[in-house]
């Protein structure tokens, strides 16, 4: 079974204690990865690839939230136009099917 765990630690002398502890209990190098901040010093340490840097999960969470919420507000927008030019009343089935849709539960 594959686990990612995320440390924090202040500097990369902290960070390297680490990274030796994890290789005396097994896992390989290239399995540990290194992420630092703006000036942070990954020297010795097994540096991520730009990919490994990306959390493509909560870049495509946070689309679909935001795709989510521009729809239901679309469709709420529509209804109000519909409900202004006093349309048949069957046209308010749409946008309202739409906005429930999108309601997240």
Do not use: C
Request: glycine share 8%; charged share 15%; net charge neutral.
């Amino acid at each position: 079974m594959k686990r990612r765990l995320f440390f924090l630690f202040p500097d990369s002398r902290h960070a390297g204690a680490v990274v030796n502890e994890l290789q005396a209990q097994g896992i390989q190098r290239k399995f540990i990865h290194a992420v630092a901040g703006r000036g942070g010093d990954l020297s010795g340490l097994p540096a991520a690839s730009h990919s490994q840097q990306q959390d493509i999960g909560s870049r495509v969470e946070s689309f679909l939230w935001d795709s989510n919420l521009a729809l239901f507000f679309a469709a709420l927008f529509v209804t109000l136009v519909i409900v202004l030019m006093q349309v048949e009343w069957y046209w308010l089935l749409l946008p309202v099917g739409l906005m429930l849709a999108s309601f997240p539960i």
